[in-house]
């Protein structure tokens, strides 16, 4: 477990040479029973905490009874056991953790707020992950991934977009984690965060170069848009009516085809996708209503001929 900064508190106490363990699960687990000798429903692959109750209760029984309790849990290894509060460890469950190579680790922290902390960190740690060849920007606190082929643009469009006062997430890898129930997050590795490509340029720093308020370190996905190669015989979707999606990670993004060719601000395009993407978060979508404004005015147009040529019968 490498929680330096998640602010877990953890303090290794025995069972160094158990490190190597896996958590396979973001629940944790509270083995009360186990400590009496009753473990068929103790999961291993979950980390354990033992809090006030548990430790009061070691404290209570005969040294047999609790070399016996703690022999019992630490025998079917479980990943690692924490003791919050920041409660002595009894010397039985140290030297049970050296034995078994469990990890036995204390916090200070209360055990409501660690589980609550730790479940947190572990749903983040073990959820699904995937990295795509892109561009992640913050546009009006809009997340779009700019998609397209190596060379089309996209690092130009983004570095337009923070002259604008926008915010650069990632470029060229973006690593994307999905967290419950279906949002998706984007960020940069960290070899190359905070960094860009501009061909003819070369490598630059967009932090050191535009200030610390230029770049983010992660950003929900809101929107893919995708740069390609304008080709005359293909149909544009000109009314924005037409409703693309592409999968990430099961997620369906809502996403733009949007073709490149000179004379097109790309950027400007960008931008004004991600107030139209602000318009639809307040429930108004202007192509649809522009659509149902078209479709009234026909529908009236039809039955205003409809009366005169049944004016002119009669």
Same mark, same amino acid.
């Given at each position: 477990m490498q929680a330096r900064d998640s602010g877990l508190a953890l303090e290794l106490v025995a069972g160094a040479d158990g490190l190597y363990r896996l958590i396979s699960g973001p629940r944790i687990q509270k083995p009360?029973?186990?400590?009496?000798?009753?473990?068929?429903?103790?999961? &291993?692959?979950?980390?354990?905490?033992?809090?006030?109750?548990?430790? #009061?209760?070691?404290?209570?029984?005969? =040294?047999?009874?609790?070399?016996?309790?703690?022999?019992?849990?630490?025998?079917?290894?479980?990943?690692?056991?924490?003791?919050?509060?920041?409660?002595?460890? &009894? &010397?039985?469950?140290?030297?049970?953790?050296?034995?078994?190579?469990?990890?036995?680790?204390?916090?200070?922290?209360? #055990?409501?707020?660690?589980?609550?902390?730790?479940?947190?960190?572990?749903? =983040?740690?073990?959820? &699904?992950?995937?990295?795509?060849?892109?561009?992640?920007?913050d546009v009006l606190g809009i997340g779009i991934l700019l998609t397209g082929k190596s060379g089309i643009g996209k690092s130009e469009a983004a570095l337009d977009l923070i002259l604008r006062g926008h915010r650069l997430v990632a470029d060229d890898i973006v690593e994307i984690r999905k967290r419950p129930p279906d949002i998706i997050y984007g960020a940069g590795s960290e070899i190359i965060k905070h960094h860009m490509e501009i061909r003819g340029l070369g490598i630059i720093n967009i932090k050191d170069l535009f200030g610390i308020s230029s770049v983010r370190d992660a950003k929900k996905i809101e929107l893919m848009v995708e740069l390609v190669d304008w080709n005359e015989e293909e149909e544009y979707d000109r009314l924005g009516v037409e409703e693309l999606h592409h999968s990430i990670l099961d997620v369906a993004v809502p996403m733009l085809r949007v073709p490149i060719r000179p004379g097109r601000n790309i950027s400007s395009i960008i931008e004004v996708a991600a107030r139209n993407v602000l318009l639809k978060f307040q429930g108004k979508h202007s192509a649809r209503e522009f659509q149902e404004r078209i479709n009234r005015a026909l529908l009236e147009a039809g039955e205003a001929e409809h009366k005169v040529i049944v004016d002119e019968v009669e």
């Open positions: 009360g029973l186990a400590l009496t000798g009753y473990t068929p429903y103790v999961h &291993p692959e979950r980390l354990q905490v033992l809090g006030l109750t548990e430790i #009061s209760f070691l404290r209570s029984v005969n =040294d047999e009874q609790r070399k016996s309790g703690i022999a019992a849990l630490c025998g079917l290894e479980p990943s690692a056991i924490v003791v919050t509060r920041g409660l002595e460890i &009894p &010397p039985e469950l140290a030297e049970c953790g050296n034995q078994f190579k469990v990890p036995v680790f204390r916090t200070p922290l209360m #055990s409501s707020v660690f589980i609550n902390r730790v479940t947190k960190w572990l749903e =983040d740690r073990l959820s &699904p992950t995937t990295s795509v060849h892109g561009v992640l920007i």
